[in-house]
């Protein structure tokens, strides 16, 4: 009943030229695929031609960042309707590099999520614990305060816009993904949280996607687990035949 959904995030990867051959590469490589909906997250610069190369197809574009405000004197910020003018259709919030490096905080992931969905964008909501928090047992601890805190204010028909994805800090980039059976657990965890905060229903519907070291060889293990309903694919998403694979991990 969940749709999945494959998302590739190329982080600051990848050229405008760069982007439409990735393009020409994936298009006929998942031509008949519908068991999921298939999302591509290049950065800014290439998100126009990353649009204009997948028209007609079944791959929907993300920016990886949003700013609040529609407009105005926000030097290196981008507007919602800006990303929807660039074809955007999707937009990463919250990513770990974001919150790690660029300062992003629970309260400014709201901010951006709630702009997001206003504007007609569906919102892929980060969250995930580090490595210490973890190590300490604040796992759960640490993703339930982002989960409410990030969400917590949303009603449920806005929850229908947003998609969350569990991205332990310590599985991104590292070539360690969590065991199914501990990402399942997180997972679940989340999806309790949210029926805390809504009925039963908003928990049962939302998405709830793994991201960390997704790889053509551990997507199928994932993806059967009850509550992963998909994945946020960084390095192994930057090669169109790699992720073309992972997309077809039936
Ligand atoms: C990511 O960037 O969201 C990610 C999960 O990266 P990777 O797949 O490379 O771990």
Redesign the pocket.
């Known amino acids: 009943m969940r749709r999945p959904i494959i998302a590739g995030?190329w982080?600051m990867f990848k050229t405008i030229a760069e982007t439409k051959s990735f393009c020409d590469a994936l298009i006929p490589a998942i031509l008949g695929v519908d068991h999921c909906e298939i999302v591509v997250a290049p950065p800014f610069t290439a998100l126009a031609a990353a649009s204009e190369e997948v028209d007609g197809t079944r791959i929907a574009i993300s920016s990886q960042d949003v700013f609040w405000e529609s407009q105005g004197a926000f030097t290196g910020e981008v507007a919602v309707r800006m990303l929807v003018d660039a074809g955007c259709t999707y937009s990463?919030i919250g990513?770990?590099?974001r919150r790690q490096f660029f300062g992003e905080t629970d309260e400014s992931v709201a901010k951006k999520t709630k702009a997001a969905i206003d504007g007609g964008l569906h919102a892929i909501v980060?969250v995930g614990e580090l490595l210490a928090e973890r190590d300490a047992g604040r796992a759960v601890e640490v993703v339930r305060r982002q989960v409410q805190e990030g969400l917590g204010k949303f009603s449920a028909k806005e929850l229908s816009s947003i998609t969350i994805?569990y991205?332990p800090v310590w599985?991104?980039?590292?070539g360690r993904t969590a065991t199914p059976e501990t990402a399942e657990e997180m997972h679940s965890e989340i999806r309790k949280t949210i029926a805390g905060i809504h009925a039963e229903t908003a928990a049962a519907g939302i998405r709830i996607l793994y991201?960390?070291?997704?790889k053509p060889d551990n997507i199928a293990s994932l993806m059967a687990k009850e509550n992963i309903d998909g994945a946020?694919?960084?390095?192994?998403?930057l090669d169109a035949m790699s992720f073309a694979s992972i997309i077809k991990y039936l």
């Open positions: 995030n982080k990463i990513h770990s590099e980060c994805a991205e599985a991104i980039g590292t991201g960390g070291s997704v946020l694919v960084g390095g192994a998403s």
